[in-house]
């Protein structure tokens, strides 16, 4: 069964099964004692830390193991915002990063510092320039991943080290989705990273602070890991965690490996909207991670494309605001203003086959047309049929069914039929969820004049950021929105 998930957790790498059996015979006794079994262990683990600080770009001494990376970027936060409390108490952190860097966020906000969001554009990244002008005298730490986790998208990483450095405010990288597949460039101060996104076995994380760098941890502290994460290292999973990284980057072939997935990706990111109609891929296509791709698919139910995908044998994930794992749009998704309906992340792990990604695209059409199909997308609004040679034979004009008009429920001044010159057709989509608003809105678009309205009346979080999307999908006017007795009422005008 192809598995598409990498950017959740990479298949354990064959070093670090290998490592890690290895190493629960000679690396379980206590790195702190001076007996054999003791220093034994010590050995292993100064190893490792040697392995991964190389891996990184730092020195040993500046780099200690974390029992998870979100451990780490927590440590990470917390202490060098307690080091620089006398500076300043501002945080800036981008619009997407992990949720890791978010609770951090707001920990420190509910103990009386602030923080400021860095928004990024549609690509999802942040430009350098808007970094520089939020940057101020009381700004103690910025957060910047150096790629994102669900669309792939890589940030001016070096570049804002660059003005950090100059401003004399520390920057702390989120580096999980990069480093396996290279350093972070620039001058850092604090880098983070998890072990299970290289293959590495999960449970070990990675927190490096550069020398010069003001750091204070906090909460209790033991002698072990500097002081930095307290608690008895996992010297075997440790192990096998630098081994995989060491060998992942050792390797001549992995730079051909990058090279083979990207182009792997770039496949799936032309094909995708030529075999599936009403689809937007989103995330920097130059500036991203080679293995990593992102698309939303309009009129689809998300938890059932990952379900139809599931049962079709592939495993992928989603950042759909209707999967069972959440109720509200991601907050990436939504900081890029793209459609967030019918989302599908596919992160290629080390050796995928391209037969595999073949057969992806063979299935996907299918697989989509049956969620709309089921769903009830009229044929005429989104070309619903799969592509020719994978399913049942294109819908004709005929055989398509016709629009209908959703129910609908007019507000004070406003009428159910209404022109150009009234309030427009109202569609009550209360208490239902993504992506029918959507549908429903597609359904009654052309019952009313080129210049008429229609007003989406909706409690669902995603219509929010779907509602726009789709208007710029279909070329029509999203007026905005307005407070509703209950959720919100969106407002569309008709341009063709």
Request: a negative charge; aromatic letters at 4%.
């Given at each position: 069964m192809p598995y598409f998930d990498a950017a959740s957790a990479a298949p354990l790498h064959p070093v670090a099964r290998e490592a890690l059996l290895a190493s629960l015979d000679e690396g379980w006794a206590d790195p702190a004692r001076l007996y054999r079994e003791g220093r034994r262990a010590r050995l292993l683990l100064d190893a490792a830390r040697e392995a991964a600080a190389e891996a990184v770009g730092c020195r040993p001494d500046e780099l200690v193991f974390t029992p998870s990376g979100t451990q780490a970027v927590h440590s990470g936060v917390s202490g060098a915002l307690a080091a620089r409390r006398r500076v300043g108490r501002r945080l800036l952190h981008s619009a997407v990063e992990h949720s890791s860097v978010l609770h951090a966020a707001e920990v420190h906000e509910a103990a009386g510092g602030s923080r400021g969001e860095l928004a990024v554009d549609r690509m999802g990244r942040v430009a350098a320039d808007e970094v520089a002008a939020a940057l101020g005298p009381d700004t103690a730490l910025v957060c910047l991943q150096s790629a994102n986790h669900e669309v792939g998208t890589e940030q001016p990483v070096e570049e804002v080290a660059v003005l950090c450095q100059e401003a004399e405010v520390p920057l702390l990288v989120d580096a999980a989705q990069s480093l396996p597949w290279g350093p972070v460039p620039g001058a850092w101060s604090l880098l983070t990273a998890s072990a299970h996104k290289w293959g590495g076995p999960p449970g070990v994380g990675l927190l490096a602070v550069r020398k010069g760098t003001?750091?204070?941890?906090?909460?209790?502290?033991?002698?072990?890991?500097?002081?930095?994460?307290?608690?008895?290292?996992?010297i075997p999973a440790v192990v096998a965690a630098a081994a995989s990284l060491r060998a992942l980057r050792a390797g001549p072939e992995t730079g051909d490996e990058a090279a083979r997935l990207r182009r792997l990706v770039d496949r799936i990111r032309t094909r995708v909207p030529e075999l599936v109609p009403d689809v937007e891929v989103v995330g920097d296509p130059a500036h991203r991670l080679p293995h990593l791709v992102t698309f939303s698919c309009l009129y689809v139910d998300g938890e059932a494309l990952l379900h139809e995908l599931d049962r079709a044998g592939f495993s992928v994930s989603s950042g759909s605001s209707c999967t069972s794992s959440t109720l509200t749009p991601s907050h990436v998704l939504r900081a890029m203003g793209v459609l967030s309906e019918g989302n599908v992340r596919?992160?290629?792990?080390?050796?995928?086959?391209?037969?595999?990604v073949e057969r992806f695209l063979?299935?996907?059409?299918?697989?989509?047309?049956?969620?709309?199909?089921?769903?009830?997308?009229?044929?005429?609004?989104?070309?619903?049929?799969?592509a020719a040679g994978v399913g049942a034979a294109p819908a004709t004009a005929d055989e398509a069914p016709r629009p209908t008009r959703a129910p609908a429920t007019p507000e004070a001044g406003e009428s159910a039929g209404g022109s150009a010159g009234s309030g427009g057709?109202?569609?009550?989509?209360?208490?239902?969820?993504?992506?029918?608003?959507?549908?429903?809105?597609?359904?009654?678009i052309n019952d009313v004049p080129v210049g008429g309205t229609v007003t989406v009346l909706s409690d669902d979080e995603a219509a929010r950021q779907d509602i726009p999307a789709w208007c710029a999908m279909r070329d029509q006017e999203y007026v905005g929105e307005r407070a509703a007795e209950r959720g919100a009422a969106y407002v569309v005008r008709r341009r063709a």
């Open positions: 003001r750091f204070a941890p906090q909460g209790p502290r033991d002698e072990r890991e500097s002081g930095r994460s307290a608690g008895f290292e996992n596919v992160s290629l792990p080390y050796g995928t086959a391209e037969a595999e063979e299935v996907l059409p299918q697989v989509v047309h049956s969620v709309r199909e089921r769903l009830g997308v009229p044929a005429t609004e989104a070309g619903t049929a799969p057709l109202v569609v009550d989509s209360l208490g239902k969820r993504c992506p029918i608003p959507v549908i429903e809105l597609a359904k009654v």
